[in-house]
């Protein structure tokens, strides 16, 4: 099934560690390009997000959100040196008595002291943390694929709407091309004759003919052409579910190759018009196959 780079997935979890959001959201890329954005205490796992992340897809840029809610970023426990604020209110009172200085020890007194408190983070079970994650992944996952499912419909029948246009475009060339190598061959020989002031010898004369008009027969171009359009429809009917998109764009330049050379070889102002119709369509369906994957 053709799919898009283009999805967008979402899924609430709750569990060990709180309540998390997970936003996913892909465009195209020429690779696979994973971006995760994670509470600093998740740093850990984003790698088991990434691997996840690859286990599905091939192409495309992903950016991952991941927030937790009812739970404060750095949740941690305050812990005070008792040793140390001993220390500091004994020498305190001593500074009070020998130099007989007013004010209390209290404190808010302490409180300044800031060497006096530590704030440690408190560690959680990654891996409970994990399995919650992982099953709201992978519902956004599935969430974000069918959405480039439905999208990468939705490109196939654009570009087989196309594909037809091109086809038509074809066989009006083909009806073309026969008169066209013959007008071609007609005027040269005129041209020959014309320059001659006696009759050449037509055996030669018909020789050369033949070889120049065989320059502006585009037969092979619009069979070869004719080839790559089959093969493109059949990976666009393809249900392996491989990656497909560098196949199409690789496809999609064979066929403007042999749609360049048609323009140069034909000497007609309607085949002409066709190709440049042909080119204008292929340039469209490029810029749909630069979404799939």
């Known amino acids: 099934m053709i799919r898009s780079m283009t999805g967008y997935g979402r899924k609430e979890v709750s569990g060990a560690g709180g309540h998390f959001s997970i936003e996913i959201r892909s465009v195209n890329n020429r ?20 691997k996840k992340v690859q286990d599905h897809f091939s192409r495309g840029r992903f950016d991952v959100y991941i927030t937790r809610n009812g739970e404060k970023e750095g949740d941690g426990r305050l812990v005070v040196n008792d040793t140390l604020a001993g220390q500091y209110i004994a020498a305190l009172r001593d500074l009070k008595e020998r130099f007989g200085l007013g004010g209390e020890v ?27 994650l992982s099953e709201g992944l992978a519902h956004a996952l599935k969430e974000l694929d069918d959405m480039r499912a439905e999208e990468g419909g939705a490109l196939v ?6 594909l037809k246009t091109i086809d038509r475009l074809l066989v009006a060339i083909k009806g073309l091309a026969p008169a066209t190598v013959e007008a071609s061959r007609k005027r040269m020989s005129d041209a020959v004759t014309k320059l001659l002031h006696e009759q050449p010898d037509p055996v030669r004369l018909a020789q050369e003919i033949a070889i120049l008009a065989e320059r502006t027969d585009v037969t092979e171009e619009l069979t070869r052409l004719g080839s790559h359009m089959v093969q493109f429809r059949a990976l666009l009917a393809d249900q392996s579910g491989e990656a497909i998109g560098r196949k199409l764009d ?16 034909a000497m007609d102002a309607q085949i002409s018009l066709s190709v440049v119709n042909i080119k204008a369509e292929l340039e469209k369906i490029r810029e749909q196959v630069q979404n799939i994957e």
Do not use: C
Not at 157 to 162: A, G, K, P
């Open 31 to 50: 690779y696979i390009d994973i971006q995760v954005k994670a509470p600093r205490g998740l740093a850990v796992l984003e790698q088991h997000v990434r």
């Open 106 to 132: 209290d404190v808010s007194f302490l409180a300044g002291f800031q060497d006096l408190f530590t704030l440690t983070e408190v560690k959680e079970d990654t891996e409970a943390v994990w399995q919650v």
């Open 157 to 162: 029948r654009d570009i087989d709407e196309r």
């Open 250 to 265: 690789f496809l999609l330049q064979e066929m403007g190759r042999e749609t360049n050379t048609i323009a140069s070889k």
